[in-house]
């Protein structure tokens, strides 16, 4: 079955940029999504089909998704931005969701 | 305004079962699917399946088959999950998220609308 593998972790200083990779067998061919899931709260779509971004999310938030890898970057971080983050992809050959482990963004 | 508000905590002991439901409101309830992913103490987002309102079609992870059951009443926007045969590792919030699939879809397969979950307790 298809799977995604993220960093555990990730740590960055405010102001600072913070990327997070997605790593799947050729997820350049498909559509990623990705979460932010803040402590006690449910998940947040923050980018959607790769590089796209719901009404309301700031720009500083942006995806890109090429080859083995897909990225969500987080320009100019904030303290706020402290979460947990997820890839999620649709795999269309099992009609089925396929969520990544999640990656914790420290800010310093 | 989209809202999908699900039932309050349960707590069951090993062996039983639990249902949980998630009431969509605020746009046509056959147009989305739904998903449940579970997220157990410490630990990151797990999917559990969906279920297609407007068909009753359903697909299930592998792990939760024989276990898990997706059900929907379309008279009241509401969807249901039971998880039986429950087990200790079976704590978890539990979490309902729409999902569009159509080709007018505004976000095509991502899930942009999630429940507030579900505390589900086994003892």
């Known amino acids: 079955s298809y799977a995604l593998t993220q960093p555990p972790s990730v740590s960055v200083a405010p102001g600072q940029t913070a990327r997070i990779t997605c790593g799947g067998n050729n997820i350049g061919s498909k559509s990623v999504h990705w979460y932010q899931q803040k402590a006690g709260q449910a998940p947040v779509l923050i980018v959607f089909a790769d590089s796209d971004r719901p009404s309301g999310v700031p720009e500083r938030f942006s995806g890109s998704n090429s080859g083995n890898t897909a990225t969500l970057t987080v320009s100019e971080v904030e303290v706020g931005d402290e979460a947990d983050y997820y890839c999620h992809v649709w795999e269309s050959y099992s009609n089925q969701v396929v969520l990544g482990g999640g990656t914790k963004l420290t800010v310093l | 305004q989209v809202h999908l508000v699900q039932s309050g905590p349960k707590v069951k002991k090993s062996g039983a079962s639990v249902m949980v439901s998630c009431k969509a409101s605020?746009?046509?309830?056959?147009?989305?699917?739904f998903n449940w992913v579970r997220q157990a103490p410490g630990q990151g987002l797990e999917w559990m399946g969906w279920?297609?309102?407007?068909?009753?079609?359903?697909e299930i992870a592998q792990k939760f088959q024989g276990r898990v059951t997706l059900t929907r009443d379309t008279s009241i926007s509401t969807v249901y999950m039971e998880l039986s045969r429950l087990k200790s590792d079976d704590t978890a919030l539990y979490y309902c998220?729409?999902?569009?699939?159509?080709?007018?879809?505004?976000?095509?397969?991502?899930?942009?609308?999630w429940g507030q979950g579900t505390t589900v307790t086994v003892s």
């Open positions: 998220a729409r999902m569009c699939t159509s080709s007018w879809c505004p976000i095509p397969y991502g899930m942009d609308v």
């Open positions: 605020g746009y046509t309830f056959i147009d989305y699917y």
């Open positions: 279920i297609n309102p407007n068909t009753g079609v359903t």
